[in-house]
T-cell receptor, first 112, second 113 residues
Framework: RKEVEQDPGPFNVPEGATVAFNCTYS??????FFWYRQDCRKEPKLLMS???SGNEDGRFTAQLNRASQYISLLIRDSKLSDSATYLC?????????????FGGGTRVLVKP | DAGVTQSPTHLIKTRGQQVTLRCSPI?????VSWYQQVLGQGPQFIFQ???????GRGNFPDRFSARQFPNYSSELNVNALLLGDSALYLC????????????FGQGTRLTVV
């Protein structure tokens, strides 16, 4: 079983609609959580951290459910520019330092 | 300010050869991490270096090695290349090794033929 699992999609979303997708993680010792965005053939870029209480950044809302070990991302009022792959990332700190574990990504295609 | 720079951007190697990839972190950043991203998958952690010491290692064979220099730049070496090593190799830098501070370079696309 992969440490971090995501639905690969693609999620085809009409412009202006809302889309949401989840990510599950297997290591209960994971300590911090993030969503990254990766455009085609580009490097990943941090979209937002995910906090236990849930958090928003403009049209993006992230939630964390530690009991069920999943993270979610919701995008409201989707824009064409939101088309990308969204990577779920969990971090575990040990004596060896930080280790980021990425999911395989969820591809989102926003269409006019 | 320059971001994370990686070189070369593209590389084609033959099976069995050796390759060295380079990464220059953002000025002032002391931590560098390396990731391998195979097409269609998420990045996989290879190494983390902080203050020139190895702080973490992923599940990669000993053919993969890395080091960090006094100026905090880093090299990733892969020996005895296999076709399966074809991937985008990403370098991420951060000041203290914290993931929320990490910035990725554009990567080196390695093709092994």
């Amino acid at each position: 079983r992969k440490e971090v699992e995501q639905d690969p999609g693609p999620f085809n979303v009409p412009e202006g609609a809302t889309v949401a997708f989840n990510c599950t993680y297997s290591n209960s010792a994971s300590q911090s959580f993030f969503w990254y965005r990766q455009d085609c053939r580009k490097e990943p870029k941090l979209l937002m951290s995910v906090y236990s209480s849930g958090n928003e950044d403009g049209r993006f809302t992230a939630q964390l459910n530690r009991a069920s070990q999943y993270i979610s991302l919701l995008i409201r009022d989707s824009k064409l520019s939101d088309s990308a792959t969204y990577l779920c990332v969990v971090n575990k700190v040990s004596a060896a330092g930080n280790k980021l574990t990425f999911g395989g990504g969820t591809r989102v295609l926003v269409k006019p | 300010d320059a971001g994370v720079t990686q070189s070369p951007t593209h590389l084609i190697k033959t099976r069995g050869q050796q390759v060295t990839l380079r990464c220059s972190p953002i000025s002032g950043h002391k931590s560098v991490s390396w990731y391998q991203q195979v097409l269609g998958q998420g990045p996989q952690f290879i190494f983390q270096y902080y203050e020139k010491e190895e702080r973490g290692r992923g599940n990669f064979p000993d053919r993969f090695s890395a080091r960090q220099f006094p100026n905090y730049s880093s090299e990733l070496n892969v020996n005895a290349l296999l076709l399966g090593d074809s991937a985008l190799y990403l370098c991420a830098s951060s000041y203290r090794g914290l993931p929320q501070e990490a910035f990725f370079g554009q990567g080196t696309r390695l093709t092994v033929v």
